[in-house]
Protein backbone atom coordinates (compact mmCIF):
# COMPACT_ATOMS: atom_id res chain seq x y z
CA UNK A 1 0.00 0.00 0.00
CA UNK A 2 0.98 3.28 -0.57
CA UNK A 3 2.52 5.58 2.37
CA UNK A 4 -0.19 7.81 3.24
CA UNK A 5 0.04 11.31 1.20
CA UNK A 6 -0.04 14.15 3.96
CA UNK A 7 -2.01 16.16 1.77
CA UNK A 8 -4.97 13.78 1.24
CA UNK A 9 -7.74 14.13 3.32
CA UNK A 10 -11.19 12.09 3.31
CA UNK A 11 -14.16 13.06 2.30
CA UNK A 12 -15.32 13.39 5.90
CA UNK A 13 -12.67 16.13 6.41
CA UNK A 14 -15.30 18.96 6.76
CA UNK A 15 -16.89 16.96 9.31
CA UNK A 16 -20.48 14.83 8.67
CA UNK A 17 -22.16 17.89 8.06
CA UNK A 18 -24.48 16.84 5.08
CA UNK A 19 -24.42 19.75 3.12
CA UNK A 20 -20.35 19.87 3.24
CA UNK A 21 -19.88 16.03 3.06
CA UNK A 22 -21.68 15.81 0.05
CA UNK A 23 -20.14 18.33 -1.92
CA UNK A 24 -16.66 17.34 -0.64
CA UNK A 25 -17.57 14.20 -2.01
CA UNK A 26 -18.68 15.41 -4.84
CA UNK A 27 -15.67 17.50 -5.41
CA UNK A 28 -12.36 16.53 -3.33
CA UNK A 29 -9.84 14.61 -4.53
CA UNK A 30 -6.87 12.73 -3.57
CA UNK A 31 -3.38 11.26 -4.67
CA UNK A 32 -4.36 7.91 -3.40
CA UNK A 33 -6.54 5.76 -1.43
CA UNK A 34 -6.31 5.22 2.52
CA UNK A 35 -7.93 3.43 5.28
CA UNK A 36 -10.33 6.16 5.42
CA UNK A 37 -12.91 4.41 7.82
CA UNK A 38 -9.92 3.70 10.46
CA UNK A 39 -8.65 7.27 10.10
CA UNK A 40 -11.94 8.46 10.44
CA UNK A 41 -12.35 6.40 13.94
CA UNK A 42 -8.80 6.94 15.45
CA UNK A 43 -10.00 10.96 14.58
CA UNK A 44 -13.42 10.57 16.02
CA UNK A 45 -15.31 11.56 13.50
CA UNK A 46 -17.20 8.62 14.39
CA UNK A 47 -17.21 6.27 17.30
CA UNK A 48 -17.17 3.00 15.36
CA UNK A 49 -16.38 1.27 11.40
CA UNK A 50 -20.71 0.26 11.53
CA UNK A 51 -21.24 3.63 12.07
CA UNK A 52 -19.13 5.16 9.57
CA UNK A 53 -20.21 2.81 6.55
CA UNK A 54 -23.60 4.01 7.62
CA UNK A 55 -22.69 7.66 6.83
CA UNK A 56 -20.85 6.96 3.97
CA UNK A 57 -23.52 5.28 2.68
CA UNK A 58 -26.08 8.24 3.32
CA UNK A 59 -23.85 10.56 2.00
CA UNK A 60 -22.85 8.56 -1.18
CA UNK A 61 -26.47 8.64 -1.87
CA UNK A 62 -26.97 11.96 -1.28
CA UNK A 63 -24.27 13.05 -3.59
CA UNK A 64 -25.23 11.39 -6.39
CA UNK A 65 -28.47 11.88 -6.59
CA UNK A 66 -27.83 15.74 -6.33
CA UNK A 67 -25.33 15.01 -9.13
CA UNK A 68 -28.39 13.19 -11.59
CA UNK A 69 -30.88 16.06 -10.83
CA UNK A 70 -28.57 18.47 -11.89
CA UNK A 71 -27.92 17.01 -14.90
CA UNK A 72 -31.77 16.35 -15.67
CA UNK A 73 -31.85 19.84 -14.89
CA UNK A 74 -29.66 20.81 -17.40
CA UNK A 75 -31.75 19.30 -20.32
CA UNK A 76 -32.02 20.27 -24.22
CA UNK A 77 -34.91 22.32 -24.01
CA UNK A 78 -32.90 24.32 -21.35
CA UNK A 79 -29.91 24.35 -24.33
CA UNK A 80 -32.23 26.17 -26.49
CA UNK A 81 -33.67 28.50 -24.30
CA UNK A 82 -29.85 29.74 -23.33
CA UNK A 83 -29.58 29.56 -27.53
CA UNK A 84 -32.09 32.24 -28.11
CA UNK A 85 -31.42 34.12 -25.05
CA UNK A 86 -27.89 34.19 -25.64
CA UNK A 87 -29.37 35.66 -29.70
CA UNK A 88 -31.67 37.87 -28.30
CA UNK A 89 -28.68 39.71 -25.87
CA UNK A 90 -26.09 40.06 -29.09
CA UNK A 91 -28.69 41.42 -31.25
CA UNK A 92 -30.47 44.09 -28.81
CA UNK A 93 -26.95 44.88 -27.83
CA UNK A 94 -25.99 45.93 -31.19
CA UNK A 95 -29.11 47.91 -31.79
CA UNK A 96 -28.65 49.62 -28.61
CA UNK A 97 -25.16 49.95 -29.29
CA UNK A 98 -25.64 52.07 -32.79
CA UNK A 99 -28.68 54.20 -31.13
CA UNK A 100 -25.63 55.29 -28.42
CA UNK A 101 -23.32 55.66 -30.68
CA UNK A 102 -25.28 57.57 -32.61
CA UNK A 103 -27.13 59.83 -30.11
CA UNK A 104 -23.43 60.71 -28.26
CA UNK A 105 -22.09 61.73 -31.60
CA UNK A 106 -24.36 65.21 -30.99
CA UNK A 107 -22.88 65.61 -28.04
CA UNK A 108 -18.86 64.06 -28.20
CA UNK A 109 -16.75 64.38 -31.48
CA UNK A 110 -15.22 61.25 -30.96
CA UNK A 111 -17.94 59.12 -30.35
CA UNK A 112 -18.12 55.73 -32.58
CA UNK A 113 -20.66 53.28 -32.76
CA UNK A 114 -18.85 50.63 -30.78
CA UNK A 115 -18.34 48.46 -27.08
CA UNK A 116 -15.07 50.27 -26.53
CA UNK A 117 -16.50 53.62 -26.54
CA UNK A 118 -19.60 52.15 -24.82
CA UNK A 119 -17.59 50.76 -21.70
CA UNK A 120 -15.62 54.59 -21.94
CA UNK A 121 -19.17 56.53 -22.12
CA UNK A 122 -20.54 54.08 -18.82
CA UNK A 123 -17.67 55.54 -16.34
CA UNK A 124 -18.22 59.43 -17.16
CA UNK A 125 -20.01 61.71 -14.88
CA UNK A 126 -23.14 62.86 -16.36
CA UNK A 127 -24.09 66.30 -16.68
CA UNK A 128 -28.07 67.57 -16.72
CA UNK A 129 -31.04 65.57 -17.58
CA UNK A 130 -30.33 64.24 -21.07
CA UNK A 131 -26.69 63.44 -20.84
CA UNK A 132 -27.73 61.63 -17.92
CA UNK A 133 -30.41 59.26 -19.42
CA UNK A 134 -27.54 58.68 -22.50
CA UNK A 135 -24.59 57.58 -20.09
CA UNK A 136 -27.39 55.38 -18.12
CA UNK A 137 -28.39 53.56 -21.26
CA UNK A 138 -24.47 52.89 -22.33
CA UNK A 139 -24.18 51.68 -18.67
CA UNK A 140 -27.69 49.15 -19.07
CA UNK A 141 -26.16 48.47 -22.90
CA UNK A 142 -23.10 47.83 -21.37
CA UNK A 143 -24.09 45.11 -18.90
CA UNK A 144 -26.23 43.60 -21.55
CA UNK A 145 -23.03 42.42 -23.50
CA UNK A 146 -22.08 41.26 -20.34
CA UNK A 147 -24.64 39.16 -19.69
CA UNK A 148 -24.70 37.51 -23.56
CA UNK A 149 -21.12 36.64 -22.61
CA UNK A 150 -22.32 34.94 -19.25
CA UNK A 151 -24.44 33.08 -21.50
CA UNK A 152 -22.38 31.79 -24.09
CA UNK A 153 -20.40 30.69 -20.46
CA UNK A 154 -23.07 28.87 -19.38
CA UNK A 155 -24.00 27.23 -23.30
CA UNK A 156 -20.53 25.99 -23.33
CA UNK A 157 -20.59 24.41 -20.12
CA UNK A 158 -24.16 22.94 -20.33
CA UNK A 159 -24.19 21.72 -24.31
CA UNK A 160 -21.34 19.05 -23.38
CA UNK A 161 -23.57 17.57 -20.25
CA UNK A 162 -26.86 17.36 -23.06
CA UNK A 163 -25.03 15.95 -26.04
CA UNK A 164 -21.22 15.69 -25.61
CA UNK A 165 -20.39 13.97 -28.63
CA UNK A 166 -22.03 16.59 -30.84
CA UNK A 167 -20.33 19.74 -28.63
CA UNK A 168 -16.84 17.67 -29.30
CA UNK A 169 -17.51 17.90 -33.04
CA UNK A 170 -19.42 20.70 -33.72
CA UNK A 171 -18.23 23.05 -30.50
CA UNK A 172 -21.08 24.09 -28.12
CA UNK A 173 -22.31 27.13 -29.38
CA UNK A 174 -23.20 25.12 -33.05
CA UNK A 175 -24.25 22.11 -31.13
CA UNK A 176 -26.70 23.94 -29.44
CA UNK A 177 -27.61 26.14 -32.60
CA UNK A 178 -28.61 22.72 -34.17
CA UNK A 179 -30.30 21.26 -31.25
CA UNK A 180 -32.49 24.85 -31.14
CA UNK A 181 -33.37 24.85 -34.88
CA UNK A 182 -34.46 20.89 -34.43
CA UNK A 183 -36.52 21.42 -31.25
CA UNK A 184 -34.82 19.44 -29.48
CA UNK A 185 -31.70 16.29 -29.24
CA UNK A 186 -34.48 14.43 -29.47
CA UNK A 187 -36.03 15.33 -33.15
CA UNK A 188 -32.18 16.08 -34.03
CA UNK A 189 -31.34 12.41 -33.03
CA UNK A 190 -34.10 11.35 -35.53
CA UNK A 191 -33.42 13.61 -38.82
CA UNK A 192 -31.34 12.16 -41.66
CA UNK A 193 -27.95 13.53 -42.41
CA UNK A 194 -29.44 15.48 -45.80
CA UNK A 195 -31.85 17.29 -42.71
CA UNK A 196 -29.24 18.32 -40.72
CA UNK A 197 -27.04 19.68 -43.76
CA UNK A 198 -29.09 22.64 -44.36
CA UNK A 199 -30.84 22.90 -41.26
CA UNK A 200 -31.30 27.01 -40.91
CA UNK A 201 -31.18 27.15 -44.57
CA UNK A 202 -34.88 26.53 -44.97
CA UNK A 203 -35.48 29.82 -47.25
CA UNK A 204 -33.31 28.49 -49.75
CA UNK A 205 -34.26 25.16 -49.30
CA UNK A 206 -37.88 26.20 -50.24
CA UNK A 207 -36.94 28.03 -52.82
CA UNK A 208 -35.14 25.46 -54.35
CA UNK A 209 -38.11 23.32 -54.75
CA UNK A 210 -40.46 26.33 -55.99
CA UNK A 211 -38.26 25.44 -58.95
CA UNK A 212 -36.10 28.60 -59.26
CA UNK A 213 -33.20 28.43 -57.33
CA UNK A 214 -30.34 25.87 -56.91
CA UNK A 215 -30.22 23.81 -54.10
CA UNK A 216 -28.64 25.15 -50.22
CA UNK A 217 -25.15 23.19 -50.06
CA UNK A 218 -25.19 23.82 -46.15
CA UNK A 219 -27.17 25.42 -43.64
CA UNK A 220 -25.74 26.90 -40.02
CA UNK A 221 -23.00 24.36 -40.26
CA UNK A 222 -21.38 26.34 -42.45
CA UNK A 223 -19.72 28.33 -39.44
CA UNK A 224 -17.98 25.34 -38.39
CA UNK A 225 -14.31 25.40 -39.83
CA UNK A 226 -14.21 21.99 -41.38
CA UNK A 227 -16.56 24.21 -44.27
CA UNK A 228 -15.42 28.02 -44.10
CA UNK A 229 -12.12 26.88 -44.58
CA UNK A 230 -12.65 24.91 -47.45
CA UNK A 231 -12.34 26.11 -51.00
CA UNK A 232 -15.58 26.88 -52.51
CA UNK A 233 -15.94 23.77 -54.88
CA UNK A 234 -14.93 21.46 -52.15
CA UNK A 235 -17.79 22.97 -49.73
CA UNK A 236 -20.25 20.59 -50.94
CA UNK A 237 -18.15 17.44 -49.77
CA UNK A 238 -17.89 18.75 -46.55
CA UNK A 239 -21.03 19.52 -45.73
CA UNK A 240 -21.96 16.27 -46.30
CA UNK A 241 -19.31 14.57 -45.06
CA UNK A 242 -19.66 17.05 -41.72
CA UNK A 243 -23.61 16.23 -41.52
CA UNK A 244 -23.00 12.70 -41.95
CA UNK A 245 -21.03 12.75 -38.89
CA UNK A 246 -23.20 15.04 -36.86
CA UNK A 247 -26.13 12.97 -37.11
CA UNK A 248 -23.87 10.17 -36.03
CA UNK A 249 -22.97 12.35 -33.09
CA UNK A 250 -26.51 13.37 -32.16
CA UNK A 251 -27.77 9.55 -32.36
CA UNK A 252 -25.01 8.52 -29.89
CA UNK A 253 -26.05 11.46 -27.31
CA UNK A 254 -29.63 11.11 -27.57
CA UNK A 255 -29.78 7.20 -27.25
CA UNK A 256 -25.98 6.70 -24.80
CA UNK A 257 -24.94 9.71 -23.63
CA UNK A 258 -20.67 8.30 -23.87
CA UNK A 259 -18.72 10.66 -25.35
CA UNK A 260 -16.48 8.35 -27.86
CA UNK A 261 -13.10 10.49 -29.07
CA UNK A 262 -12.66 8.55 -32.20
CA UNK A 263 -15.46 9.95 -33.55
CA UNK A 264 -13.33 13.56 -34.02
CA UNK A 265 -10.08 11.82 -35.47
CA UNK A 266 -12.64 9.93 -37.94
CA UNK A 267 -13.82 13.29 -39.05
CA UNK A 268 -10.80 15.25 -39.60
CA UNK A 269 -9.33 12.55 -41.21
CA UNK A 270 -12.17 13.06 -43.93
CA UNK A 271 -11.76 16.58 -44.16
CA UNK A 272 -8.53 16.05 -44.51
CA UNK A 273 -9.02 13.82 -47.72
CA UNK A 274 -11.40 16.22 -49.36
CA UNK A 275 -9.07 18.68 -48.71
CA UNK A 276 -6.23 16.82 -50.41
CA UNK A 277 -8.36 15.93 -53.44
CA UNK A 278 -8.37 19.51 -54.07
CA UNK A 279 -4.65 20.33 -53.93
CA UNK A 280 -3.92 17.20 -56.62
CA UNK B 1 -13.87 -23.97 -8.69
CA UNK B 2 -16.24 -23.16 -5.46
CA UNK B 3 -19.07 -20.36 -5.11
CA UNK B 4 -18.38 -17.52 -2.83
CA UNK B 5 -20.37 -18.04 0.56
CA UNK B 6 -23.51 -16.10 -0.43
CA UNK B 7 -23.64 -17.13 -3.85
CA UNK B 8 -26.21 -20.50 -3.94
CA UNK B 9 -27.64 -22.15 -6.85
CA UNK B 10 -31.45 -22.86 -6.63
CA UNK B 11 -34.12 -23.75 -8.83
CA UNK B 12 -36.67 -21.30 -10.35
CA UNK B 13 -39.41 -22.53 -12.54
CA UNK B 14 -37.93 -26.00 -12.91
CA UNK B 15 -34.39 -24.22 -13.85
CA UNK B 16 -31.63 -24.25 -11.49
CA UNK B 17 -29.48 -21.20 -11.61
CA UNK B 18 -27.29 -18.69 -9.57
CA UNK B 19 -28.47 -16.87 -6.51
CA UNK B 20 -27.84 -14.75 -4.35
CA UNK B 21 -30.36 -12.67 -0.75
CA UNK B 22 -31.92 -9.32 -1.41
CA UNK B 23 -34.16 -7.48 -2.46
CA UNK B 24 -35.44 -8.15 -6.21
CA UNK B 25 -34.18 -5.22 -8.16
CA UNK B 26 -35.00 -6.08 -12.11
CA UNK B 27 -37.63 -8.13 -12.17
CA UNK B 28 -36.09 -11.66 -11.89
CA UNK B 29 -37.22 -14.72 -10.36
CA UNK B 30 -37.20 -15.81 -6.79
CA UNK B 31 -37.28 -18.53 -4.47
CA UNK B 32 -37.97 -17.26 -1.04
CA UNK B 33 -35.21 -14.95 -0.26
CA UNK B 34 -33.11 -15.76 -3.09
CA UNK B 35 -33.02 -14.21 -6.29
CA UNK B 36 -32.15 -15.66 -10.05
CA UNK B 37 -29.00 -14.02 -10.97
CA UNK B 38 -29.01 -14.00 -14.90
CA UNK B 39 -25.62 -14.71 -16.33
CA UNK B 40 -26.81 -13.21 -19.74
CA UNK B 41 -27.31 -10.20 -17.80
CA UNK B 42 -24.44 -9.96 -15.33
CA UNK B 43 -20.74 -10.85 -16.89
CA UNK B 44 -19.30 -12.39 -13.49
CA UNK B 45 -22.68 -14.04 -13.75
CA UNK B 46 -21.40 -15.61 -16.41
CA UNK B 47 -17.67 -16.33 -15.48
CA UNK B 48 -19.32 -18.25 -12.25
CA UNK B 49 -21.41 -19.94 -14.94
CA UNK B 50 -18.90 -21.15 -16.90
CA UNK B 51 -16.64 -22.37 -13.86
CA UNK B 52 -14.24 -19.73 -14.04
CA UNK B 53 -12.05 -19.98 -10.51
CA UNK B 54 -12.78 -16.00 -9.59
CA UNK B 55 -10.79 -16.35 -5.67
CA UNK B 56 -14.01 -14.50 -4.30
CA UNK B 57 -14.90 -16.34 -0.99
CA UNK B 58 -17.79 -13.77 0.03
CA UNK B 59 -17.14 -10.47 2.17
CA UNK B 60 -14.72 -9.16 0.44
CA UNK B 61 -14.33 -5.26 0.35
CA UNK B 62 -14.77 -4.56 -3.56
CA UNK B 63 -14.35 -1.77 -5.79
CA UNK B 64 -16.71 -2.37 -8.21
CA UNK B 65 -16.15 -0.14 -12.24
CA UNK B 66 -18.38 0.64 -14.21
CA UNK B 67 -21.55 -0.22 -11.98
CA UNK B 68 -23.70 1.13 -15.09
CA UNK B 69 -27.87 0.44 -13.60
CA UNK B 70 -27.04 -2.01 -11.16
CA UNK B 71 -27.56 -5.26 -12.12
CA UNK B 72 -24.49 -7.20 -11.29
CA UNK B 73 -23.27 -4.52 -8.64
CA UNK B 74 -26.58 -6.14 -6.72
CA UNK B 75 -25.89 -8.98 -6.61
CA UNK B 76 -22.06 -8.12 -5.46
CA UNK B 77 -23.33 -6.23 -2.69
CA UNK B 78 -25.59 -9.11 -1.55
CA UNK B 79 -22.67 -11.41 -0.94
CA UNK B 80 -19.69 -8.85 -0.78
CA UNK B 81 -18.93 -6.74 2.70
CA UNK B 82 -18.54 -2.97 1.64
CA UNK B 83 -19.07 -2.39 -1.88
CA UNK B 84 -17.65 1.22 -3.64
CA UNK B 85 -20.08 1.37 -7.19
CA UNK B 86 -18.65 3.95 -9.91
CA UNK B 87 -20.37 4.84 -12.53
CA UNK B 88 -19.80 7.73 -15.13
CA UNK B 89 -23.14 8.24 -16.87
CA UNK B 90 -25.92 9.67 -15.16
CA UNK B 91 -29.05 8.23 -16.71
CA UNK B 92 -28.17 4.23 -15.40
CA UNK B 93 -26.92 6.34 -12.01
CA UNK B 94 -30.92 6.57 -11.38
CA UNK B 95 -31.57 3.16 -11.02
CA UNK B 96 -28.30 2.67 -9.49
CA UNK B 97 -29.39 4.28 -6.54
CA UNK B 98 -32.46 2.64 -5.72
CA UNK B 99 -30.45 -0.78 -5.96
CA UNK B 100 -28.47 0.88 -3.31
CA UNK B 101 -31.87 2.05 -1.24
CA UNK B 102 -31.66 -1.33 0.23
CA UNK B 103 -28.50 -2.40 0.53
CA UNK B 104 -26.62 -0.74 2.91
CA UNK B 105 -22.67 -1.81 1.75
CA UNK B 106 -23.24 -0.42 -1.54
CA UNK B 107 -22.01 3.22 -2.07
CA UNK B 108 -22.86 4.76 -5.34
CA UNK B 109 -20.30 7.50 -6.98
CA UNK B 110 -20.39 9.20 -9.82
CA UNK B 111 -17.41 8.94 -11.03
CA UNK B 112 -15.13 8.51 -14.08
CA UNK B 113 -13.65 5.50 -13.59
CA UNK B 114 -10.42 6.91 -15.67
CA UNK B 115 -9.66 9.30 -13.21
CA UNK B 116 -9.41 7.58 -9.56
CA UNK B 117 -7.64 10.82 -8.00
CA UNK B 118 -11.39 12.00 -8.11
CA UNK B 119 -12.69 9.05 -5.31
CA UNK B 120 -9.64 8.18 -3.81
CA UNK B 121 -10.79 10.42 -1.05
CA UNK B 122 -13.55 7.97 -0.35
CA UNK B 123 -12.75 4.57 -1.73
CA UNK B 124 -10.45 2.65 0.47
CA UNK B 125 -8.30 -0.01 -0.09
CA UNK B 126 -10.11 -3.00 -1.62
CA UNK B 127 -9.83 -6.49 -1.89
CA UNK B 128 -11.58 -7.03 -5.11
CA UNK B 129 -11.93 -4.81 -7.94
CA UNK B 130 -14.27 -5.37 -10.72
CA UNK B 131 -14.32 -4.03 -13.84
CA UNK B 132 -16.98 -3.76 -16.46
CA UNK B 133 -16.18 -0.73 -18.76
CA UNK B 134 -17.15 -0.35 -22.01
CA UNK B 135 -14.70 2.41 -23.00
CA UNK B 136 -11.74 1.74 -25.46
CA UNK B 137 -8.41 1.80 -23.00
CA UNK B 138 -9.94 -0.73 -20.86
CA UNK B 139 -6.79 -2.59 -19.66
CA UNK B 140 -5.43 1.85 -18.64
CA UNK B 141 -8.30 1.71 -16.44
CA UNK B 142 -7.00 -1.18 -14.31
CA UNK B 143 -3.90 -0.40 -14.43
CA UNK B 144 -4.93 3.16 -12.83
CA UNK B 145 -7.13 1.90 -10.36
CA UNK B 146 -4.15 -0.86 -9.65
CA UNK B 147 -3.49 1.11 -6.66
CA UNK B 148 -6.47 0.49 -4.65
CA UNK B 149 -5.14 -2.94 -4.47
CA UNK B 150 -2.47 -4.57 -2.03
CA UNK B 151 -0.11 -6.86 -3.42
CA UNK B 152 -1.81 -10.14 -3.84
CA UNK B 153 -5.34 -8.23 -4.62
CA UNK B 154 -7.93 -9.58 -6.83
CA UNK B 155 -9.04 -7.83 -10.35
CA UNK B 156 -11.71 -9.75 -11.84
CA UNK B 157 -12.30 -7.75 -15.69
CA UNK B 158 -14.58 -8.17 -18.24
CA UNK B 159 -13.11 -6.49 -21.68
CA UNK B 160 -15.42 -5.82 -24.87
CA UNK B 161 -13.21 -6.21 -28.25
CA UNK B 162 -15.72 -3.66 -29.83
CA UNK B 163 -14.98 -0.94 -27.49
CA UNK B 164 -11.24 -1.30 -28.46
CA UNK B 165 -11.55 -1.52 -32.21
CA UNK B 166 -13.98 -2.62 -34.40
CA UNK B 167 -12.00 -3.81 -37.29
CA UNK B 168 -9.82 -5.17 -35.31
CA UNK B 169 -10.21 -9.24 -34.18
CA UNK B 170 -11.43 -10.21 -30.81
CA UNK B 171 -8.58 -12.84 -30.39
CA UNK B 172 -5.78 -10.28 -30.80
CA UNK B 173 -7.58 -7.23 -29.22
CA UNK B 174 -7.70 -9.83 -26.23
CA UNK B 175 -4.17 -10.75 -26.62
CA UNK B 176 -3.19 -6.98 -26.48
CA UNK B 177 -5.20 -6.30 -23.63
CA UNK B 178 -3.64 -9.01 -21.28
CA UNK B 179 0.13 -7.58 -22.14
CA UNK B 180 -0.77 -4.61 -21.01
CA UNK B 181 -2.50 -5.63 -18.20
CA UNK B 182 0.86 -8.52 -16.97
CA UNK B 183 2.23 -4.75 -16.80
CA UNK B 184 1.55 -5.11 -13.29
CA UNK B 185 -1.32 -7.71 -12.87
CA UNK B 186 -0.35 -12.11 -13.28
CA UNK B 187 -3.25 -13.17 -15.28
CA UNK B 188 -4.64 -16.05 -13.05
CA UNK B 189 -7.41 -17.22 -15.44
CA UNK B 190 -8.81 -16.30 -18.85
CA UNK B 191 -12.03 -17.51 -20.69
CA UNK B 192 -14.24 -15.96 -23.44
CA UNK B 193 -17.92 -15.23 -22.07
CA UNK B 194 -19.68 -16.69 -24.71
CA UNK B 195 -22.62 -18.43 -25.22
CA UNK B 196 -23.80 -15.65 -22.70
CA UNK B 197 -21.94 -12.58 -24.07
CA UNK B 198 -20.77 -12.25 -27.66
CA UNK B 199 -16.64 -10.62 -28.30
CA UNK B 200 -16.03 -10.67 -24.61
CA UNK B 201 -13.18 -11.74 -22.48
CA UNK B 202 -13.73 -12.41 -18.46
CA UNK B 203 -10.05 -12.23 -16.71
CA UNK B 204 -9.37 -13.42 -13.03
CA UNK B 205 -5.49 -11.85 -11.94
CA UNK B 206 -3.79 -10.74 -9.22
CA UNK B 207 -2.03 -7.65 -8.28
CA UNK B 208 2.28 -7.88 -8.14
Not at chain 1, 91 to 107: D, F, K, M, P, Q
Not at chain 1, 193 to 202: C, F, I, K, W
Not at chain 1, 246 to 256: F, G, M
Not at chain 2, 167 to 172: G, Q, R, V
Amino acid sequence: MNARNPSDSGWFVDGLDRERAVERVRTGTAMSPHDWPSIAVESEVVPDRDEYYESLHEITCAAAREAVEEHERADDQQLIHLVRALDDCQRTANELTERVGEWAGSHDATARMETAYLRELAERDADGLVERRLISLAKRVVELETEADELETALERATPEVAPNLSELAGPLLAARLIALAGGLDSLAKKPSGTLQVLGAEDALFAHLKGNASPPKHGIIYTHDAIRGMPREQRGSAARALAGKLTIAARIDYYSGELRPELAEELDDRIERIRARDSQ
Amino acid sequence: MTLPTGVERHSFEGETGLATRGKPVYGEPTDGEWRKWNPHRSKLGALFELGVETNLEGGETVLYLGAASGTTVSHVADFAGPTYAVEFAPRPMRDLLAVADSRPNLFPLLKDARKPVEYAHVVEPVDVIIQDVATRGQARVALENSQFLDTGGILIVAFKARSEDVTESPESVFSRLCSELEEEYEILERERLEPYHADHLGVVARKQ
